[in-house]
């Protein structure tokens, strides 16, 4: 059993940063990919960005490549989405998720676990 909870969102100008933090909790973490998806009002979640288990590898969608960073740290069962040059079309719900492996990538129909989520609202 693995527990999510996300925090870091909230409101900031277009071209602004946020850092998202997912705390994990069970012993399972430290063997598991993870990873933050989005979703916008009235649509399905999509992935964003995913980490291997051990930090090396990770994969980021097309629209948020060179702005996102996501990285871990096991010792804290953590992990992080550093979010820069923020747009409005940014503006979602953050979910972290726990892959069923401990591989780079994996999407949505292949999570676990889910956090509650965190908004992220970026402003013109």
């Known amino acids: 059993q693995v527990q999510l909870v996300e925090s870091g969102g909230g409101l900031v100008q277009a071209g602004g940063s946020l850092r998202l933090s997912c705390a994990a909790s069970?012993?399972?973490?430290?063997?598991?990919?993870m990873g933050w998806f989005r979703q916008y009002p009235g649509k399905e979640r999509e992935f964003v960005a995913t980490i291997d288990w051990s930090g090396g590898r990770t994969y980021y969608a097309d629209s948020v490549k060179g702005r996102f960073t996501i990285s871990r740290d096991n010792a804290k069962k953590t992990v992080y989405l550093q979010m820069n040059s923020l747009v409005p079309e940014d503006t979602a719900v953050y979910y972290c998720?726990?892959?069923?492996?401990?591989?780079?990538?994996?999407?949505?129909?292949?999570?676990?676990?889910w956090g509650q989520g965190t908004q992220v609202t970026v402003s013109s």
């Open positions: 998720a726990a892959s069923g492996d401990s591989g780079s990538y994996f999407d949505k129909e292949s999570a676990d676990y």
């Open positions: 069970g012993r399972t973490f430290r063997s598991r990919g």
